[in-house]
T-cell receptor, first 114, second 118 residues
Framework: DGGITQSPKYLFRKEGQNVTLSCEQN?????MYWYRQDPGQGLRLIYYSQIVNDFQKGDIAEGYSVSREKKESFPLTVTSAQKNPTAFYLC?????????????FGPGTRLTVL | AQTVTQSQPEMSVQEAETVTLSCTYDTSESDYYLFWYKQPPSRQMILVIR??????QNATENRFSVNFQKAAKSFSLKISDSQLGDAAMYFCAYRSAMRGGATNKLIFGTGTLLAVQP
């Protein structure tokens, strides 16, 4: 089955630690995205990538980093510089061509800072 | 910059009844796409319906339909014959029709939590 997987489902982090959230897709999509979801704020874009070895900052990139070494994978690292990392993180992917192609979402990772 | 506003944080509907969720947006672009996503308690985001701004005809998907008013920048979602499985958070989203770059990103509203009463 084609889809997007995220791991782990739940993640706990101590203050000062970096953690990496995994996102893998087998939909052959060019573009991948990371969103953060907080209560009452909808989803906000952290980073996106249109092609391997290239990525761009979204609206709230501070304290986060990404890599795109393979088309299928787009891991997100939450660094110790992120002041309030507790949130729900969603990865998405889509075709890059012009058109109303939907973004497909993974099941998400809930990150809690202890 | 584009913005999306959902002014109803919570809504409730009786099973088998009809409910309408509101969404307004602000943009200076003439060509774009609008989406409604559903997020059930599992938190999996699911596309409900999409609308191309250049199409005058309102999109319909089974029990879900939209009322797209381009001049008013309004994009409401109507759910007919509501079912218990429709209970979820619903997000309205905007995407530019320009090619590439940050224009591929979705801009989300803050969501409307829909409860379905048996």
């Amino acid at each position: 089955d084609g889809g997007i997987t995220q791991s782990p489902k739940y993640l706990f982090r101590k203050e000062g630690q970096n953690v990496t959230l995994s996102c893998e897709q087998n939909l052959n999509h060019d573009a991948m995205y990371w969103y953060r979801q907080d209560p009452g704020q909808g989803l906000r874009l952290i980073y996106y990538s249109q092609i391997v070895n290239d990525f761009q900052k979204g609206d709230i990139a501070e304290g986060y980093s990404v890599s795109r070494e393979k088309k299928e994978s787009f891991p997100l690292t939450v660094t110790s510089a992120q002041k309030n990392p507790t949130a729900f993180y969603l990865c998405a992917s889509s075709y890059l061509l012009a058109g109303g192609y939907e973004q497909f979402f993974g099941p998400g990772t809930r990150l809690t800072v202890l | 910059a584009q913005t999306v506003t959902q002014s109803q944080p919570e809504m409730s509907v009786q099973e088998a009844e009809t409910v309408t969720l509101s969404c307004t947006y602000d943009t200076s672009e003439s060509d774009y796409y609008l989406f409604w996503y559903k997020q059930p308690p599992s938190r999996q985001m699911i596309l409900v319906i999409r609308q191309e701004a250049y199409k005058q005809q309102n999109a319909t998907e089974n029990r879900f339909s939209v009322n797209f008013q381009k001049a008013a920048k309004s994009f409401s979602l109507k759910i007919s014959d509501s079912q218990l499985g429709d209970a979820a958070m619903y997000f309205c989203a905007y995407r530019s029709a320009m090619r590439g770059g940050a224009t591929n990103k979705l801009i989300f509203g803050t969501g409307t939590l829909l409860a379905v009463q048996p």
